[in-house]
Nanobody, 120 residues
Framework: QVQLVESGGGLVQPGGSLRLSCTAS????????MYWVRQAPGKGREWVSR????????HYVESVEGRFTISRDNAKNTLTLQMNSLKPEDTALYYC?????????????WGQGTQVTVSS
């Protein structure tokens, strides 16, 4: 079955960096857009970044543009999010998600998430 497992979250001071990883199983990520999505306390889920199947095209929500970098390794079936210059407002549960091929911009599977807390 489809599984997505995130890792790499933690507590970091403002201005610090974290690298999130996602390992997929049960499907081959090379056929899908892949997403990083986050949900902050008391807020709805928002997509943070996405990457096309071959990795040539990436998109970011404006609030993380220039600070976060999404990448993928299709051979290893993994997705990564490098997060630099972290801010307290980046605090959230971060999920890796598989793009839904039926409707661009939506996702049909996601993992359990990894907590990122940015605080001094």
């Amino acid at each position: 079955q489809v599984q997505l497992v995130e890792s790499g979250g933690g507590l970091v001071q403002p201005g610090g960096s974290l690298r999130l990883s996602c390992t997929a199983s049960g499907f081959t990520i090379s056929s899908y857009w892949m997403y990083w999505v986050r949900q902050a306390p008391g807020k709805g889920r928002e997509w943070v970044s996405r990457i096309n199947p071959d990795g040539r095209f990436t998109h970011y929500v404006e609030s993380v543009e220039g600070r976060f970098t999404i990448s993928r390794d299709n051979a290893k079936n993994t997705l990564t999010l490098q997060m630099n210059s972290l801010k307290p407002e980046d605090t959230a549960l971060y999920y890796c998600a598989r793009g839904d091929t039926r409707r661009f911009g939506t996702y049909d599977y996601w993992g359990q998430g990894t907590q990122v807390t940015v605080s001094s």
